[in-house]
């Protein structure tokens, strides 16, 4: 075993509230729980998966992260090597920016991330520019680098981004992102409008990306074998709250949560004679302004019973690793997904 | 059946998914064509744009040398020549011989014996040759120029294009000054109306919560108030003894302020879309400052929806000027714009027998088509990004 | 195979004149659909598999047009324009032929990847299935009612008769992608052309619905040509895949034989760069080089050899490879397994077929 390495991100309790608005004189009260009490911590180096459906939360947890959205609630804390453990979440607007380069974000859309009315090199060099980290010539040798890195043409640079095919631009947003060599970058949904030819290419950019530069990724995505692929450890996401988080391999394929059974049992496998057999969900996932009470997988679990109703279990882990928040995850016999042969 | 949006959406995405071929000169052009470059391009496929291009062009070169291009002062009066009408140009006299420059025939007087209208027609007998650039009634253009050179006249008596009203005065030279005022009135009211929109708009959008539920409810007041009778009340406010100069500053004040609540509702929503950009949060990230945002990322991308909005609104600038100096609550002469000289077309006599005094009403159709034709080619270009 | 086909695609070329120039979305695509059976058609963007689906109920977006090849269909009942074989060619039909429109819905039914876009918002669900039922079939409001509730519990929608009454927007996305199969379902189709219908869905959602589409499969008897870039999905669902790359079908057979012994370098390539649960977590994945060239500069000879991993220099890129049938059921469009190998063309390569740089 290796020595125990520190986390280089942990986040604590980590809410964002959206208030909603009803009645035209806003009146109204109730608020929407993207993400409600959002707990982990991310290890130097290493990929967290976190995957979960559409309303999960995935995306604004991200964001919160990075402060794209303001969390209501919670800290964010970044343990950096000479400076010590920051709380992002406590920064002022002004140390805010200063701290943004040790933290970056790649776009899922690789159409609307980039300002159509800024040249490839402008779009790269922005966060440079933007905090002041270097300047004149020492900006385009550094743009270049990156570019160079991110197997861009470099006479390409001075091309506004309509000429880009979207895999071309995927690399634009990544070298935006590398530029400032960030210790953490989010990856939200980085391949999911790639067609699968480029998307591999994408997915071995940030592979020999995280190598080289020692990069730690928070990799959120909805395909579940592109999250396998990349990440060290994945953390499941419903209705706002992670329910499981363990290592990659435990994961998927000894869950402890029923929520992540059935999910990993709907990964439509590449072999036709491994026929899926979905666990198949009760109705849909409801609407976070009007989540569940107790447990919010209840009404759709099969093993749910009275408690689940009026109790919120606790996240806790019950293998070396693996954390769960289900009251019967020690009773539970639950089956992962199918190994590809 | 249902709608296809995939294999359109993604044939335009091709578009901009050039080949990667070596690089080649047109093609590069092309890459590293900047916004107002493929704006240029993609508007000047608008046909109808181009020709509203080039009729506001006209208006532009009227607007500035309205002196020169009018053969007669506004306000000299050809006395023989009561609601005379427009007399015609001839390039092939009776013979069929070809003139240039084309010729006016003489005026000839009639009385009618039943109706004892005095009626008049062409006396072909005389010839009167059209002649360019002659010296005529001396003028000072834009306040510096001085001159008594005219585009076109006759060295002899008077030459009335649009015919004369009811004081003997051209119409023709009348409506190019008309023109000069009605689109002062446009321009000046837009640029009012421009940077209340901008700036409440933008306060609006920018602050959100309470400030904007504020202001928009305000916006909606202002709007469920029927423009036509708020103008009137306005209008009819400002004092009777005002001259003629501050009431013209006074109506384009009124219609200006009028104007701006369309405009600030757009910089809000426009505003609003855009803080939810990815490319936005993307700057945000990058740790660009709140100016750095606006400035170098949000505004840019919404000059050219508010420049569109500003040419679509332009016609309704000048129409609003129209109808109330029309129903003599606007401009007063001896001021001159187009709703002024219609104010004499306003009765069932005027169109039955004099109908050239409408030749302004027909300026006022070319304007308001050749800017909303001007604004429909400009919005189809201003996103060329657009999927 | 001794069955006849229901339905033939014979060398369709579609192309598309815009004002950059003519995009050949369709380059002479062959495919044979066989009453019952499941027809995967993957491709990645650009491969002109949705402007495929949408040509046979002629509903290609404008200005696509069919400039050649014919699309066979054998409806099950006969129409006047039925040639002595009992088939008819959907290509030769005008966009708004009579018969055309009886074969839309009634014999060929599609869904869409956005179901949302496909329903009015403004009339509820019960409206609409009953709106498609009494277009082609002769039955009173009452019954046509009912028969639609029927459709709706047969798609799993729970407490299907209140269901009628709801609006598009009441409905979940799952739920409306179940209520568009139970329109397509309404006349019983031969056909189903199902283009992404997974695709906005998520995956447990996506599980469902396939689960669906196969049980309705079997029960119905219809055939299904089902589109998506999903390698996974195809492998759920097909009997057969058809792999489309710019326009042609490079490569066709049974999905076990297509996914366990591709033959074309573009087949395999595409599944090496899949992330496989359990086998490449970790690992670099195999990507296909360069990028999917522009529509408006198709390669010359076979479109995939710019990023072909076994291109043959001075083969590929001036002849076009013949679909070579190397069994009854599996078909290959590539050089490599031509009987004669075409010489090598000593021309020089033409700059615009250079690999490209992604």
């Not at chain 3, 192309?15 to 002479?28: I, K, R």
């Not at chain 3, 329903?119 to 669900?125: E, M, N, Q, R």
């Not at chain 3, 359990?278 to 080089?289: D, H, M, S, W």
Request: with cysteine.
């Amino acid at each position: 075993m290796s020595e125990p390495r520190l986390p280089l991100l942990e986040t604590k309790n980590l809410k964002k509230y959206y208030p909603l608005q009803r009645g035209m004189f806003g009146g109204g009260s109730g608020t929407v729980k993207a993400i409600d009490g959002i707990s982990f911590y991310v290890e130097k180096g290493e990929t967290l998966g976190l995957v979960g459906e559409s309303g999960s939360g995935k995306t604004t947890t991200g964001r919160a992260i990075l402060r794209a959205v303001e969390p209501t609630e919670g800290q964010v804390l970044f343990r950096l090597d000479d400076k010590g453990v920051i709380d992002f979440t406590a920064l002022k607007k002004s140390d805010l920016r200063r701290f943004r380069q040790y933290v970056q974000m790649i776009f899922q859309d690789p159409y609307s991330s980039l300002n159509p009315r800024m040249t490839a090199r402008d779009i790269i060099a922005e966060p440079l520019v933007a905090s002041g980290l270097a300047k004149g010539s020492e900006v385009d040798d550094r743009v270049r680098q990156v570019a160079k890195r991110c197997q861009l043409n470099l006479e390409h640079l001075r091309r506004y981004p309509h000429a880009f095919s979207g895999g071309q631009r995927q690399r634009i947003g990544i070298a935006r992102a590398l530029v400032v060599q960030p210790k953490f970058v989010v990856c939200d949904e980085a391949v999911s409008a790639l067609d699968v030819s480029i998307q591999a290419q994408i997915l071995n950019l940030l592979m020999d990306a995280q190598e080289e530069y020692g990069l730690t990724y928070l990799f959120i995505a909805h395909d579940l074998s592109v999250v396998e692929h990349v990440s060290n450890r994945v953390a499941v996401m419903y209705l706002g709250r992670i329910v499981e988080l363990a290592p990659t391999s435990k994961l998927f394929y000894q869950p402890l949560h029923p929520y992540t059974a059935a999910l990993m049992s709907a990964i439509p496998d590449l072999d036709p004679d491994r026929v899926m057999k979905p666990v198949i969900l009760e109705g849909e996932i409801p609407s976070p302004a009007n989540p569940p009470s107790g447990c919010h997988f209840h009404p759709r679990c099969s093993f749910a019973q009275e408690i689940c109703k009026t109790q919120t279990p606790e996240f806790k882990e019950y293998r070396p690793g693996q954390f769960a928040a289900c009251h019967f995850a020690e009773q539970l016999e639950l089956q992962g997904a199918l190994k590809s042969n | 059946m249902a709608s296809t949006p995939g294999v359109l959406g993604r044939l335009r995405l091709f578009r901009k998914t050039p080949p990667e071929t070596k690089t080649n000169q047109a093609e590069d052009t092309y890459y590293t064509a900047s916004q107002f470059q493929l704006m240029w391009w993609k508007f000047r496929r608008h046909h109808l744009a181009l020709i509203g291009t080039f009729l506001l062009f006209i208006f532009l070169i009227i607007s500035l040398f309205a002196e020169f291009i009018a053969p007669y002062d506004p306000f000299t009066r050809d006395a023989e020549y009561l609601f005379g009408p427009p007399q015609r140009l001839h390039f092939f006299d009776e013979t069929g011989a070809f003139h240039f420059p084309p010729f006016i025939y003489g005026i000839e007087f009639a009385m009618d014996p039943k109706t004892f209208l005095l009626t008049i027609t062409e006396d072909t007998s005389i010839k009167i040759p059209l002649e360019f650039f002659v010296h005529g009634e001396p003028y000072r253009m834009l306040g510096f120029i001085q001159s008594d050179i005219h585009l076109f006249g006759v060295s002899d008596g008077f030459v009335h294009l649009f015919g004369t009203d009811k004081l003997g005065r051209d119409i023709f030279s009348r409506v190019m000054f008309a023109t000069r005022i009605s689109l002062s009135i446009g321009v000046i009211g837009l640029l009012i109306a421009f940077f209340l929109g901008i700036i409440i708009g933008g306060i609006s959008g920018f602050f959100g919560g309470r400030v904007d539920n504020t202001i928009q409810r305000f916006i909606e007041f202002i709007r469920s108030i029927p423009t036509l009778p708020l103008w009137m009340a306005l209008a009819a406010s400002l004092p009777k003894e005002w001259p003629p100069l501050q009431v013209y500053f006074a109506i384009t004040i009124i219609i200006g302020l009028l104007a701006w609540t369309h405009l600030a509702r757009r910089v809000r929503s426009k505003l609003l879309s855009l803080r939810e950009e990815d490319y936005v949060t993307a700057a945000k990230i990058a740790g660009s400052s709140d100016q750095r945002v606006i400035f170098r990322h949000m505004v840019p991308s919404f000059l050219s929806y508010i420049i569109v909005d500003l040419t679509i609104s332009f016609p309704y600038m000048i129409l609003g000027e129209t109808a109330l100096s029309f129903i003599g609550l606007g401009l007063r002469p001896p001021v001159i714009s187009w709703g002024v000289m219609l104010q004499d077309a306003q009765n069932v006599r005027a169109i039955a027998l004099y109908p050239w005094l409408f030749a302004p009403l027909a300026f006022v159709i070319l304007a308001v088509l050749a800017f909303s034709f001007v604004g429909d080619g400009m919005r189809d270009a201003s996103d060329p990004y657009s999927r | 195979m001794t069955q006849t086909p229901l339905l033939e695609i014979k060398d369709l070329h579609i192309s598309f004149p815009l004002d950059e120039g003519t995009v050949q979305a369709v380059a002479g695509v062959n495919l044979t659909i066989y009453p019952g059976q499941v027809m995967g058609v993957v491709g990645e963007s650009g491969c002109g598999k949705s402007v495929t689906a949408q040509s046979l109920l002629r509903i290609i977006p404008p200005p696509g047009r069919i400039d050649a090849g014919q699309i066979l269909f054998r409806p099950s009942k006969l129409f006047k324009d039925t040639k002595g074989d009992g088939v008819v060619d959907l290509a030769a039909f005008k966009s708004n032929d009579e018969t055309l429109r009886r074969i839309r819905g009634n014999e060929i039914a599609m869904i869409f990847q956005e179901p949302m876009n496909s329903f009015s918002p403004v009339h509820t669900i019960g409206n609409q299935l009953m709106e498609a039922i009494l277009l082609h079939q002769k039955m009173t409001e009452k019954e046509a009612r009912a028969r639609g509730a029927e459709l709706l519990r047969l798609v799993g929608i729970s407490n299907a008769d209140a269901r009628m009454d709801n609006y598009p927007y009441q409905f979940s996305g799952g739920m409306r992608q179940r209520a568009m199969i139970a329109i397509a379902l309404s006349c019983t189709p031969s056909l189903l052309v199902a283009d992404e219908p997974t695709t906005a869905l998520d995956v447990t959602i996506q599980a469902q619905i396939l689960d669906l589409l196969r049980r309705l499969q079997q029960q119905f008897g219809m055939a299904i040509m089902f589109i998506t870039h999903n390698l996974g999905v195809i492998a759920q669902i097909a009997d057969h895949v058809a792999i489309m790359y710019l326009g042609q079908v490079v490569e066709q057979g049974p999905v076990r034989e297509i996914l366990r012994n591709p033959k074309h370098p573009y087949t395999m390539d595409l599944l090496r760069a899949v992330p496989r649960l359990g086998k490449t977590a970790g690992k670099r994945l195999v990507a296909i080089e360069g990028g999917i060239p522009s529509p408006f500069n198709r390669p010359t000879g076979c479109p995939f050899h710019p990023r072909c991993s076994k291109v043959i220099p001075g083969v590929c890129n001036t002849h076009i490879p013949q679909l070579v049938q190397l069994d009854e059921t599996h078909s290959v469009r590539c050089v490599l397994y031509e009987p004669k190998v075409p010489q090598p063309n000593p021309e020089p390569t033409d700059v615009r077929t250079a690999p490209a740089v992604a």
